[in-house]
């Protein structure tokens, strides 16, 4: 069975720390580019990090020096750090696989809410 399982989403304050965690069927995660996105209310899905098997890297000019996407080919697992967050990074967060370096696959996870808030 294909899937994607995200989670370490929450609530925390401006300039606090999260980590998202995607668990990923060994299917479509060897040899993938695996990757992050998120969709605010109101706003279209955006790309935020992705990731090739071999762990090169691609981050939206919003979130980059602050969050880092980084794998576990081991363990068929992609994380995203997210530091120094703003309100302007709430959204649900949807894990991907499949895609190119620069737009998304086929495969999505449920999404999981991060909300940045005092």
């Known amino acids: 069975q294909v899937q994607l399982v995200e989670s370490g989403g929450g609530l925390v304050q401006p300039g606090g720390s999260l980590r998202l965690s995607c668990a990923a069927s060994?299917?479509?995660?060897?040899?993938?580019?695996m990757g992050w996105y998120r969709q605010a209310p109101g706003k279209q899905r955006e790309l935020v990090a992705t990731?090739?098997?071999?762990?090169?890297?691609n981050y939206a000019d919003s979130v980059k020096g602050r969050f880092t996407i980084s794998r576990d080919n081991a363990n068929n697992t992609v994380y995203l750090q997210m530091n120094s967050l703003k309100p302007e990074d709430t959204a649900v967060y949807y894990c991907?696989?499949?895609?190119?370096?620069?737009?998304?696959?086929?495969?999505w996870g449920q999404g999981t809410q991060v909300t940045v808030s005092s």
């Open positions: 060994r299917s479509i995660f060897r040899g993938k580019v």
């Open positions: 991907n696989a499949g895609g190119s370096m620069w737009s998304p696959g086929r495969y």
């Open positions: 990731i090739t098997s071999s762990g090169s890297t």
